[in-house]
């Protein structure tokens, strides 16, 4: 051996099968059987093992009163013409510059770990605080385009407001024209109407006969009148201003009995106190209208129901019957005697913020609702 070696070598030991020391440089454990160790057992299958600092086992006793740095080494010990592993070598060896390396080698290793642990996290913190950033910046993005929308929305509300309320002095002056034009054609061209058709009628009223000409004169004077009476109760509408829900709803009922043999069940629910506007009970009365005159047209001997709901924010009004029924897109189209129609009726109930609604099929009978929400509303 080497004088480098024999400096470096502190102690050794030969095993033989079964955990018995065959020859040690410690004298006193020659022949004693210990409790083979891991690396032993690797060595005796053929593999050369060793562990630093590895001094707990009863056979390396002295090995660890010395008090420095080991690395224990096991070899296997084979023979030489049979390769048989016939004994195991075990040394210690001095391990103070490979203490040294494996605490350069931890300091190292932990120095690594902890840059890329800082970095990393550094990384992740640059990460966090520029998607916090960014995130308020959208949030202050997103304040700011509510704050838009909700002043969008209200200058749109306060917009429709101004629309419903021009369409219901629109509606109001238009129904008021009507009735004031109805009044003149009753006071004016149907009197004087009246007035012709009496002086012709005394004018021959001394002859046994009229001439042909006076009687055809007689008669389309008569048609006149009656185009022009009919006329006149079609653009005037009742003085409905002072009517509270429920009699405007019976006034439109009983106008329409006066001339049509369909007699509607009604029905009242809720509170019919409710204070209208003056659009609305116009709404109210030409929707009847309207409808009555369409129930009498296409079912007059069906069964006709009318059903005025009143709510503290709304007025619903049905018209049902049981008649053949329609294509209801047959209905979006304007009518050629100059009526409202169901597109006139949808246009003017939904001018002053309502809703309209028309469920029908052929055979199966027709339902009309309008449902109003009056800005104004009371209950007594």
Known sequence: MTQPMRDRIVSFKFWKQGGVIAHASDPTIIGRRFDPTDDLSRAWSGEISGSFEDLDHAESAAEAALGIPLLEVYSPIRELWSGDIIAVAEFYEKAEQLEVDMARARRTSWLVVGSAFAASTIVLFSIVAIGDNTIRRQGRLLERRLKESEQMAEQNARLRSRVVEASERYATQTDRFLKKLGSELHDGPAQYLSLAALRLEAAFSDRHEKPAEAEEIQQSLQKSLAEIRALSRGLSAPDIDNLALIDVVKRAIEDHSEHSPLRPGVSLQGSQTIELSVSDKLCVFRFLQETLSNAARYAPNSRCTVICEAHNDRVVIHVNDEGPGFDPSDGKVLRDDGGQGLLGLRDRVESIGGRF????????????????????????
């Not at 609702?369 to 009371?378: A, D, G, I, Q, Y």
């Open 357 to 380: 609604e028309v469920w029908s099929s052929p055979g199966k009978g027709t339902s009309v609702t309008m449902t109003l929400f009056p800005r104004k509303m009371s209950t007594s």
